[in-house]
């Protein structure tokens, strides 16, 4: 049988990958390129989205080219993105008023603490399924309306429109702005249940609903075709998206109620399959959609995330000049038996789920004269599942089903240590999938759906094999002791400010 191709964007927070995939799953080639992460003043994060679509449109070229087929022989593309991150441009010209605000920037916190004055949590979780934070798209608009002049003079014409990473591709490569329902709910002004821009969200934060891109569903539909002048030289229909992490748990076959992925990249995003149901999260996670068929109910999921997760790795090496490299940091960590009781909570930009405080700080915690470098590189990659821990432990109390296993996906499942520490510390297996692209593979899932190269979510099952396991060895008394200890050094850093 003759294999068929789906191409997948994956615009991140540091690069922009495009991926071609056969009919199987399995990766036909890749390209990748990283972009500039730009600091303006300490807890904003900026990204030039001009050098991301060059970047995009060099990807796309190269992948093609390395995999020697025919751009016409892609019957699909798909689109998975860095979600909260908002770039506001014209539609006419397609050019950007202001640089993308990324979801990482904190600029919109003096926003949301006015918010909370105005009106209850309560309110916004029920209208949204979010907590008040920074971190979501509505407070980075709401911030620019007030603060960038010339998004200010366009705000309320047409023209303008405050585009997700996922909307601004498909502008770029369609013509047409649309977010799909995974996207669309990171905003802070979708409706959770109705999956439509919300009316009172949108009149609290001063947002016109013509400045929003349009919400369509994330597999099922064609949003349009990519041009023969464009990166792909030929028309492609472009026609599944998922904002990253729903991509991954798309990728990762969690099709079924109760079924968890975590990804661990820059951040580290812990979701859990709710199937139908609409669980509002008691324990600081945030209801998301995961996934909207065209014409069918949507499924959601309750998620957890984590700021602060591979770029502590980054910031051992880059910052502190610890270590060459990630392999380093792996071989220190793995030399010692444990951190000789150092833990690290890397509050850089404060703590999200399941605490939401954007005034903590980090924390070194439990420093002695014994430890080492090695000790010190042993709890950066514990800070990380410690982190995880939490979330699981949240899911948990708020779904009431019990999480047998993890899926993980992401640069971190590379470090070993970190894997056996994570299913130590959860006390269950944690598995590894043979292609690890999982965010991506999920867009083109979405995307081959939609024209037929895949029949179901049923057959996407039968594709999904397991690469690495790691079972649990440590006993409950240690973990209980560990868990202790990291709830202490958290409690510090909630203090600091």
């Given at each position: 049988m003759k294999k068929e191709y789906v191409g997948a964007i994956d615009q991140g927070t540091t690069s922009t990958r495009f991926i071609i995939f056969d009919s199987e799953g399995m990766i036909v080639s890749s390209a990748q390129k990283e972009h500039r992460q730009i600091f303006p003043r300490p807890g904003w994060v900026e990204h030039d989205v001009d050098e991301i679509w060059a970047n995009t449109e060099e990807v796309i070229k190269k992948a093609i080219e390395t995999s020697g087929i025919d751009p016409s022989e892609i019957k699909a593309v798909g689109i998975t993105n860095q979600r909260e991150t908002i770039v506001p441009f014209s539609r006419k010209t397609g050019r950007k008023l202001h640089n993308a605000v990324v979801w990482q920037d904190l600029r919109g916190t003096e926003i949301i603490e006015r918010m909370k004055k105005e009106v209850p949590e309560d309110f916004i979780r029920e209208k949204t399924g979010l907590l008040y934070s920074p971190y979501f798209s509505a407070s980075k608009i709401r911030y620019l309306i007030e603060n960038a002049p010339k998004v200010r003079a366009m705000n309320g014409n047409p023209d303008l429109c405050y585009a997700s990473m996922d909307a601004y591709l498909a502008y770029k490569l369609t013509g047409r702005c649309v977010t799909d329902v995974t996207n669309a709910s990171r905003y802070m002004l979708m409706n959770i249940k109705t999956l439509k821009w919300d009316a009172e969200m949108l009149s609290l934060f001063g947002i016109n609903e013509v400045n929003l891109p349009e919400i369509?569903?994330?597999?099922?539909?064609?949003?349009?075709?990519?041009?023969?002048?464009?990166?792909?030289?030929?028309?492609?229909?472009?026609?599944?998206?998922?904002?990253?992490?729903?991509?991954?748990?798309?990728?990762?076959?969690?099709?079924?109620?109760?079924?968890?992925?975590?990804?661990?990249?820059?951040?580290?995003?812990?979701?859990?399959?709710?199937?139908?149901?609409?669980?509002?999260?008691?324990?600081?996670?945030?209801?998301?959609?995961?996934?909207?068929?065209?014409?069918?109910?949507?499924?959601?999921?309750?998620?957890?995330?984590?700021?602060?997760?591979?770029?502590?790795?980054?910031?051992?090496?880059?910052?502190?000049?610890?270590?060459?490299?990630?392999?380093?940091?792996?071989?220190?960590?793995?030399?010692?038996?444990?951190?000789?009781?150092?833990?690290?909570?890397?509050?850089?930009?404060?703590?999200?789920?399941?605490?939401?405080?954007?005034?903590?700080?980090?924390?070194?915690?439990?420093?002695?004269?014994?430890?080492?470098?090695?000790?010190?590189?042993?709890?950066?990659?514990?800070?990380?599942?410690?982190?995880?821990?939490?979330?699981?432990?949240?899911?948990?109390?708020?779904?009431?089903?019990?999480?047998?296993?993890?899926?993980?996906?992401?640069?971190?499942?590379?470090?070993?240590?970190?894997?056996?520490?994570?299913?130590?510390?959860?006390?269950?297996?944690?598995?590894?999938?043979?292609?690890?692209?999982?965010?991506?593979?999920?867009?083109?899932?979405?995307?081959?759906?939609?024209?037929?190269?895949?029949?179901?979510?049923?057959?996407?099952?039968?594709?999904?094999?397991?690469?690495?396991?790691?079972?649990?060895?440590?006993?409950?008394?240690?973990?209980?002791?560990?868990?202790?200890?990291?709830?202490?050094?958290?409690?510090?850093?909630?203090?600091?400010?």
């Amino acid at each position: 049988m003759k294999k068929e191709y789906v191409g997948a964007i994956d615009q991140g927070t540091t690069s922009t990958r495009f991926i071609i995939f056969d009919s199987e799953g399995m990766i036909v080639s890749s390209a990748q390129k990283e972009h500039r992460q730009i600091f303006p003043r300490p807890g904003w994060v900026e990204h030039d989205v001009d050098e991301i679509w060059a970047n995009t449109e060099e990807v796309i070229k190269k992948a093609i080219e390395t995999s020697g087929i025919d751009p016409s022989e892609i019957k699909a593309v798909g689109i998975t993105n860095q979600r909260e991150t908002i770039v506001p441009f014209s539609r006419k010209t397609g050019r950007k008023l202001h640089n993308a605000v990324v979801w990482q920037d904190l600029r919109g916190t003096e926003i949301i603490e006015r918010m909370k004055k105005e009106v209850p949590e309560d309110f916004i979780r029920e209208k949204t399924g979010l907590l008040y934070s920074p971190y979501f798209s509505a407070s980075k608009i709401r911030y620019l309306i007030e603060n960038a002049p010339k998004v200010r003079a366009m705000n309320g014409n047409p023209d303008l429109c405050y585009a997700s990473m996922d909307a601004y591709l498909a502008y770029k490569l369609t013509g047409r702005c649309v977010t799909d329902v995974t996207n669309a709910s990171r905003y802070m002004l979708m409706n959770i249940k109705t999956l439509k821009w919300d009316a009172e969200m949108l009149s609290l934060f001063g947002i016109n609903e013509v400045n929003l891109p349009e919400i369509v569903s994330s597999t099922g539909v064609v949003y349009g075709y990519t041009s023969e002048d464009g990166p792909f030289g030929a028309e492609i229909p472009l026609c599944g998206i998922l904002g990253d992490q729903q991509a991954a748990l798309f990728g990762q076959a969690c099709f079924d109620k109760g079924e968890s992925k975590c990804t661990y990249g820059t951040g580290c995003f812990m979701l859990s399959n709710t199937g139908d149901e609409l669980f509002l999260s008691k324990h600081g996670l945030l209801s998301t959609v995961a996934y909207r068929a065209e014409g069918k109910t949507p499924v959601y999921a309750l998620e957890g995330s984590v700021a602060v997760a591979g770029s502590l790795v980054q910031w051992t090496r880059d910052s502190l000049k610890m270590v060459k490299d990630a392999k380093e940091l792996d071989a220190l960590a793995e030399s010692v038996p444990d951190s000789a009781g150092v833990y690290i909570v890397p509050a850089f930009a404060g703590l999200f789920a399941p605490y939401w405080r954007s005034d903590a700080r980090g924390v070194i915690a439990g420093l002695t004269g014994f430890a080492t470098r090695a000790h010190i590189c042993r709890a950066v990659l514990e800070a990380t599942a410690f982190q995880a821990y939490d979330i699981f432990n949240a899911m948990t109390q708020d779904s009431g089903i019990t999480l047998k296993s993890l899926k993980v996906d992401g640069g971190m499942t590379n470090s070993g240590p970190l894997m056996a520490f994570q299913s130590d510390i959860l006390g269950v297996p944690v598995i590894r999938p043979q292609v690890v692209e999982t965010t991506a593979l999920g867009a083109a899932y979405a995307a081959g759906l939609t024209v037929g190269v895949w029949k179901s979510t049923d057959e996407l099952r039968e594709y999904w094999r397991e690469q690495l396991r790691w079972t649990p060895t440590m006993d409950d008394k240690e973990r209980e002791k560990k868990v202790g200890f990291w709830e202490k050094a958290v409690s510090r850093t909630l203090d600091w400010v």
